[in-house]
Antibody
Framework: EVQLVESGGGLVQPGRSLRLSCAAS????????MHWVRQAPGKGLEWVSG????????GYADSVKGRFTISRDNAKNSLYLQMNSLRAEDTALYYC?????????????????WGQGTLVTVSS | QSALTQPPSASGSPGQSVTISCTGT?????????VSWYQQHPGKAPKLMIY???KRPSGVPDRFSGSKSGNTASLTVSGLQAEDEADYYC??????????FGTGTKVTVL
């Protein structure tokens, strides 16, 4: 069974940093691109970032570009999101999701499955 | 990078059909056949319902169908059931290693 388990969320002050992790199991991790998608409380889904199987292709939403860094460790079957210069508007439940393909090019395909999410709250 | 536009709400009685639209541009929905739809029940993670505009993953009832015309994609739920009451989101590849989600539609079964 494919399983994605996020961790690392919590309460953090504006301007500080946080690192999220996603532990993957049940599939060959380095065969697939992976993504982070977030959902602010009571709001809709927002794609945050994606990374290809070999980290050769990476994409970011404009809202996080320059502040967030996505990475992966295929040896550890893990996906990461380093979040710097956090703002109140980054408060959200952060989901890890598996792509159906291995690269972001020629396209990002679809997200399946999703983890249960880890909550990030940015507040003083 | 603006979110794709969906109606905030849709509703129907059990057994009826409801169709949700997802409007983008020629740079996303209209430019690629990588439109997908997700169902989200309260407090749960999203679940893939449709991929590549009109394909259903195994296990998804054939009451769910998808289509696209120009810059607008649609999800139709036929034979509405109580368990179909949820939030639905569309998603599309938007080029240059980017993806977009729709604004979301709350489906209510009357």
């Amino acid at each position: 069974e494919v399983q994605l388990v996020e961790s690392g969320g919590g309460l953090v002050q504006p301007g500080r940093s946080l690192r999220l992790s996603c532990a993957a199991s049940g599939f060959t991790f380095d065969d697939y691109a992976m993504h982070w998608v977030r959902q602010a409380p009571g709001k809709g889904l927002e794609w945050v970032s994606g990374i290809s199987w070999n980290s050769g292709s990476i994409g970011y939403a404009d809202s996080v570009k320059g502040r967030f860094t996505i990475s992966r460790d295929n040896a550890k079957n893990s996906l990461y999101l380093q979040m710097n210069s956090l703002r109140a508007e980054d408060t959200a439940l952060y989901y890890c999701a598996k792509d159906s393909g291995y690269d972001l090019r020629p396209s990002i395909n679809w997200f399946d499955p999703w983890g249960q999410g880890t909550l990030v709250t940015v507040s003083s | 990078q603006s979110a794709l536009t969906q109606p905030p709400s849709a509703s129907g009685s059990p057994g009826q059909s409801v169709t949700i639209s997802c409007t983008g541009t020629s740079s996303d929905v209209g430019g690629y056949n990588y439109v997908s739809w997700y169902q989200q029940h309260p407090g749960k993670a999203p679940k893939l319902m449709i991929y590549e505009v009109s394909k259903r993953p195994s296990g998804v009832p054939d009451r769910f169908s998808g289509s696209k015309s120009g810059n607008t994609a649609s999800l139709t739920v036929s034979g509405l059931q109580a368990e179909d009451e949820a939030d639905y989101y569309c998603s599309s590849y938007a080029g240059s290693n980017n993806s977009l989600f729709g604004t979301g539609t709350k489906v209510t079964v009357l």
